[in-house]
């Protein structure tokens, strides 16, 4: 089967964090995690796989490579948005640092930046930038993506139409996936 598979990456211990361009390694439950998936994902073939160049990313892509005897690509296209200033805090840190940015952020999401931060019509352009090639490259094979629940959301809205909040359910766990062309029915 041709298309592409997109994988959440295991958990860190920045589960619960705005983690975005921060580098953590998967943790002991990630660890357990990545090696359900593999078992889980028994029955497919992939031709190559390709992860963002984020440590917890390429942690989870890696032993996939190895099991499927795919060669592994990292692409620093792939990565989660730059949470800037709020990179590595909880949401109660962010209110605590300043209320009202936090506030307003939340209410316009996503037209305001977090400080210092990616824009989010950046990020969007920056994966789809990315996706548009491995789409092509699906059309004739079997492409893994080891990514972040951001970008995966961004490929939920962009090339299926699903709700923010669709989306956000879709990718809320880690090790996720979906396929694409996308069969919701699946996830």
């Not at 160049?53 to 060669?71: H, I, M, N, S």
């Not at 620093?76 to 962010?94: C, V």
Request: with cysteine.
């Amino acid at each position: 089967m041709n298309g592409l598979l997109f994988i959440r990456h295991a958990r860190t211990d920045l589960a619960g964090t705005f983690c975005g361009h921060s580098d953590p390694p998967l943790n002991t439950t990630g660890q357990q995690q990545v090696a359900d998936l593999i078992a889980r994902l028994t029955a497919e073939h992939f031709d190559a796989i390709f992860c963002s160049d984020l440590r917890r990313a390429v942690d989870t892509a890696e032993p996939l490579a190895q099991a499927f005897k795919a060669p592994l690509t990292p692409k620093q296209g792939l990565r989660e948005i730059h949470f800037g200033d709020w990179e590595g805090l909880t949401w109660a840190e962010i209110e605590q640092r300043d209320a009202d940015y936090a506030r307003r952020w939340s209410e316009t999401f996503p037209a305001l930046t977090a400080p210092g931060g990616e824009s989010f019509a950046d990020f969007e352009r920056r994966v789809m930038t990315e996706i548009t090639p491995l789409r092509s490259l699906a059309e004739s094979q079997r492409i893994a993506v080891v990514t972040h629940g951001g970008v995966m959301r961004t490929v939920l809205r962009s090339l299926h139409g699903c709700s923010e909040q669709e989306a956000w359910e879709k990718t809320n766990s880690y090790c996720c996936t979906f396929s694409y062309p996308i069969n919701l029915e699946s996830l």
